[in-house]
């Protein structure tokens, strides 16, 4: 029988609504996208179903309270890889059986859904591999939402890198099924034309973050201190998004330029705030602090504030405390944008000058692959003068941003309500 796939009900009664994604992870730029889009769609549709395919469904369930399955259930056993004939046959005999079960679960897992949504975050990219939250698994849910007759939505999604031939074909693939896609940035949509992807009457709206609702914003007034707060945004580098081949060399040298850097700004008086993006980013705070107290010696701990952080809510809150920030995580900058705070980013992936070009701040964007202490103070001390005359261009930007992203939902549902 045919699924029904209009929402012509106002209040999506009756409607089963799914999300994909990266979510449930212990990347904050993913969550708080998830948050941001779950937002939008239980406001025009208070009363429809909502669930979420996502990499750790007991986790999202517990901060969302909203239904999960997993992307790729783990069956346990050995994961020990074997070589030679030993390794095929256990691929044929045990791989294979256990992977159609798998594609058995997804099928199930979409009978009666309406749409599938694929919100935001940089998914469109084989970096981390086929599997998992990469193309493969993207490819398989969208043919089987096809398959259900559910519509497929991509929305402000980012694209790139995508390095093998298997991983572009299977976004392509994906892409080719939807009923709705938009990129996050011109950077994307370009990306995915060189792929060989035509994306004729595609759109590009900004990233979805900046329509987190403003009631979510801690209070962004002045930390009141008598010395200034710089907030120095680290994080693992993620070498692969810029190379197939990623160096240490680079994140050694990215080390040791913010290290240098803060000492600049602990000799002029400023405090320092570390500011994460991930969980998994306390390793490079605790890397970074070490390497500080050996090039520095004793230094007043007080003047360098570096709290936990659990989730989005406590990210935004350090963010809020801050006069400045530097930070290398695409989304602590868009967060900075969104609290009106002058903002360098260090940029990591096209996305983030694309994101610097957006909001006129390219003058503001520093390659991680090529840092320099020297540029990095100069631009730190003009994005400090220039203060008071960028914060109403960002003000303006952010609005606008949100504006072009009410924009999108509308027409997102006033196309849904007329198939």
Same mark, same amino acid.
């Given at each position: 029988?045919?699924?029904?796939?209009?929402?012509?009900?106002?209040?999506?009664?009756?409607?089963?609504?799914?999300?994909?994604?990266?979510?449930?992870?212990?990347?904050?730029?993913?969550?708080?996208?998830?948050?941001?889009?779950?937002?939008?769609?239980?406001?025009?549709?208070?009363?429809?179903?909502?669930?979420?395919?996502?990499?750790?469904?007991?986790?999202?369930?517990?901060?969302?309270?909203?239904?999960?399955?997993?992307?790729?259930?783990?069956?346990?056993?050995?994961?020990?890889?074997?070589?030679?004939?030993?390794?095929?046959?256990?691929?044929?005999?045990?791989?294979?059986?256990?992977?159609?079960?798998?594609?058995?679960?997804?099928?199930?897992?979409?009978?009666?859904?309406?749409?599938?949504?694929?919100?935001?975050?940089?998914?469109?990219?084989?970096?981390?591999?086929?599997?998992?939250?990469?193309?493969?698994?993207?490819?398989? =849910?969208? /043919?089987?939402?096809?398959?259900?007759?559910?519509? +497929? &939505?991509?929305? *402000?999604?980012?694209?790139?890198? #995508?390095?093998?031939?298997?991983?572009?074909?299977?976004?392509?693939?994906?892409?080719?099924?939807?009923?709705?896609?938009?990129?996050?940035?011109?950077?994307?949509?370009?990306?995915?034309?060189?792929?060989?992807?035509?994306?004729?009457?595609?759109?590009?709206?900004?990233?979805?973050?900046?329509?987190?609702?403003?009631?979510?914003?801690?209070?962004?007034?002045?930390?009141?201190?008598?010395?200034?707060?710089?907030?120095?945004?680290?994080?693992?580098?993620?070498?692969?998004?810029?190379?197939?081949?990623?160096?240490?060399?680079?994140?050694?040298?990215?080390?040791?330029?913010?290290?240098?850097?803060?000492? =600049?700004? /602990?000799?002029?008086?400023?405090?320092?705030?570390? +500011? &994460?993006?991930? *969980?998994?980013?306390?390793?490079? #705070?605790?890397?970074?602090?070490?390497?500080?107290?050996?090039?520095?010696?004793?230094?007043?701990?007080?003047?360098?504030?570096?709290?936990?952080?659990?989730?989005?809510?406590?990210?935004?809150?350090?963010?809020?405390?801050?006069?400045?920030?530097?930070?290398?995580?695409?989304?602590?900058?868009?967060?900075?944008?969104?609290?009106?705070?002058?903002?360098?980013?260090?940029?990591?992936?096209?996305?983030?000058?694309?994101?610097?070009?957006?909001?006129?701040?390219?003058?503001?964007?520093?390659?991680?692959?090529?840092?320099?202490?020297?540029?990095?103070?100069?631009?730190?001390?003009?994005?400090?003068?220039?203060?008071?005359?960028?914060?109403?261009?960002?003000?303006?930007?952010?609005?606008?941003?949100?504006?072009?992203?009410?924009?999108?939902?509308?027409?997102?549902?006033?196309?849904?309500?007329?198939?």
């Amino acid at each position: 029988m045919k699924v029904e796939t209009n929402l012509k009900e106002p209040n999506g009664k009756g409607r089963t609504i799914f999300f994909f994604g990266h979510f449930g992870s212990a990347n904050f730029g993913n969550e708080i996208t998830f948050q941001a889009a779950l937002y939008h769609f239980r406001q025009r549709l208070p009363e429809a179903n909502f669930a979420c395919i996502c990499t750790n469904p007991s986790a999202l369930a517990a901060t969302q309270k909203i239904e999960s399955v997993p992307i790729s259930r783990d069956f346990g056993g050995s994961s020990k890889r074997r070589a030679g004939f030993a390794g095929l046959l256990r691929k044929i005999f045990i791989g294979v059986p256990r992977e159609l079960l798998r594609w058995l679960e997804a099928f199930r897992a979409l009978r009666g859904v309406d749409m599938l949504i694929v919100p935001g975050t940089g998914l469109l990219t084989d970096a981390y591999g086929l599997q998992g939250w990469g193309p493969y698994s993207l490819f398989k =849910w969208s /043919l089987i939402a096809r398959m259900r007759r559910c519509k +497929l &939505l991509f929305i *402000s999604v980012g694209a790139g890198p #995508l390095y093998s031939a298997l991983g572009r074909g299977l976004v392509k693939s994906a892409l080719s099924m939807a009923d709705f896609r938009s990129y996050r940035d011109d950077t994307s949509i370009d990306y995915l034309k060189k792929c060989g992807f035509p994306t004729n009457g595609d759109k590009v709206y900004p990233d979805l973050v900046f329509s987190l609702p403003e009631a979510a914003m801690p209070n962004v007034e002045s930390t009141g201190k008598h010395r200034r707060v710089v907030g120095l945004g680290l994080m693992w580098y993620a070498g692969k998004y810029s190379t197939a081949e990623p160096r240490d060399a680079i994140y050694l040298h990215y080390l040791e330029t913010l290290v240098a850097f803060s000492i =600049w700004l /602990l000799e002029h008086d400023y405090d320092i705030r570390l +500011l &994460l993006g991930e *969980s998994t980013d306390w390793t490079v #705070l605790e890397e970074f602090k070490s390497l500080l107290k050996t090039r520095i010696g004793v230094y007043d701990e007080e003047r360098l504030i570096a709290q936990p952080t659990h989730s989005v809510e406590e990210l935004l809150s350090q963010i809020a405390a801050t006069d400045f920030v530097v930070a290398t995580r695409f989304h602590n900058v868009v967060l900075a944008l969104l609290l009106n705070r002058p903002v360098i980013a260090i940029s990591f992936h096209a996305k983030c000058d694309s994101l610097m070009r957006q909001m006129d701040l390219t003058k503001y964007c520093h390659d991680i692959n090529h840092m320099s202490t020297a540029a990095l103070i100069g631009q730190f001390l003009d994005l400090e003068q220039k203060a008071e005359q960028l914060k109403p261009v960002i003000r303006q930007k952010v609005e606008r941003s949100r504006k072009a992203l009410e924009e999108q939902y509308n027409l997102i549902f006033s196309q849904m309500s007329t198939n």
